[in-house]
Nanobody, 130 residues
Framework: QVYLVESGGGVVQAGGSLRLSCAAS????????????MGWFRQAPGKEREFVAG????????SHADSVLGRFTISRDNAKNTVYLQMTSLKPEDTAIYYC???????????????????WGQGTQVTVSS
């Protein structure tokens, strides 16, 4: 079992920045042939939960959705079992609940489908005012 707790959400004006954190606990240890891909998703009112960014357990491979490319950056600190999402140049359309997710994998490909992730945090609200 893996437990995920997000923090860092809040209210910010358009053009501003926020950094989200996701602290993982439980069975988070990687081996030589498997480890946890970590992802950030978001869900706006009335919309589907969508992939924002992901980071792999091998070599720091990352993936970002086109809508956030160049503005958001995902990173991880394995020593602290924490994943971060640095968000800059925020727009009102970035307003959503942001969720951290984890999935155990044996390959390098970072999944972008929410159904591929086994563990989820409770979410943190990000509101961007215009």
């Amino acid at each position: 079992q893996v437990y995920l707790v997000e923090s860092g959400g809040g209210v910010v004006q358009a053009g501003g920045s926020l950094r989200l954190s996701c602290a993982a606990s439980g069975r988070t240890v990687s081996s030589s042939h498997s480890g946890y891909h970590m992802g950030w998703f978001r869900q706006a009112p009335g919309k589907e939960r969508e992939f924002v960014a992901g980071i792999g357990w091998i070599g720091g491979t990352v993936s970002h959705a086109d809508s956030v490319l160049g503005r958001f950056t995902i990173s991880r600190d394995n020593a602290k079992n924490t994943v971060y999402l640095q968000m800059t140049s925020l727009k009102p359309e970035d307003t959503a609940i942001y969720y951290c997710a984890a999935t155990l994998s044996t390959d390098w490909r970072i999944p972008q489908l929410k159904g591929s992730y086994d563990y989820w945090g409770q979410g943190t609200q990000v509101t961007v005012s215009s």
